[in-house]
């Protein structure tokens, strides 16, 4: 089992999955449950909620660059953000849906995937907004995703050192070990430079 294949490997469907019996047979256990808390508290935090007009504002930015489908839109939504917020299907198709009914929005299928444009009349209400910021444009965004990248990339690492300790062999861990303490003196020495 890999990372690829695997998602968030502390998420609860992987919660002492291979490990002899169960979680609590696990050498540190207890540190390993407390780490899979503390990402499922940050990874909640990451993914906040934006409110039903974002979504549709994000839309009609991105189409007033270029049709869309769908998945293209959740992904730009996702890169603009960087990260700080991917809204869920079941918030960007039901939004395509309305748009289309106030006939802001034309969709046109092709190799079995519906591609949005925007109309003359969404063209001018993208136009309109386009006085107020996008979403992941709106004061704090940026910030925002600054003042966590260094804590997401944080637990990113603690998922992959708990990986090495799970189904690493001693000369591995021993070497993760090596890398993790060089990691820490040059995070140090940033400071330190400052």
Same mark, same amino acid.
């Given at each position: *089992? ?6 968030? &490997?502390?998420?609860? %469907?992987? =919660?002492? !999955?291979? %490990? ?10 207890? &540190? ?7 990402? @499922? @508290? ?6 906040? =909620? ?11 930015? &991105?189409?007033?660059?270029?049709? *869309? ?10 890169? %603009?953000?960087? $990260? *700080? ?12 849906? *309305? ?18 444009? &925007?109309?003359?009349?969404? /063209? ?19 910030? !925002?995703? /600054? ?6 990339? $944080? ?5 992959? !050192? !708990? ?20 990691? /820490? %003196? ?7 430079? @400052?």
């Amino acid at each position: *089992m890999n990372a690829s294949d695997t998602g968030n &490997l502390f998420g609860p %469907r992987h =919660r002492g !999955a291979g %490990r002899p019996g169960g979680a609590s047979g696990f050498p540190g256990a207890g &540190l390993w449950e407390a780490m899979d808390q503390l990402w @499922g @508290g940050f990874e909640q935090k990451l993914t906040g =909620r934006m409110g039903r007009g974002d979504v549709r504002s994000a839309v009609l930015s &991105l189409l007033k660059e270029q049709p *869309m489908h769908g998945y293209q839109i959740i992904h730009e939504i996702e890169q %603009r953000s960087d $990260g *700080m917020w991917k809204p869920s299907p079941g918030s960007v198709y039901p939004t395509l849906q *309305m748009l289309a009914d106030e006939g802001l929005i034309v969709a046109e299928e092709a190799a079995g995937k519906k591609t949005y444009s &925007l109309t003359e009349a969404g /063209r001018a209400e993208a136009e309109q907004a386009e006085d107020g910021s996008a979403p992941w444009e709106m004061p704090g965004m940026r910030e !925002a995703s /600054r003042a966590t990248a260094l804590p997401k990339s $944080g637990a990113k690492l603690a998922q992959a !050192a !708990a990986q090495v300790a799970k189904a690493g062999s001693p000369e591995q861990v021993a070497e993760a070990v090596a890398v993790l303490d060089e990691a /820490r %003196r040059k995070l140090y020495s940033i400071l330190a430079q @400052g």
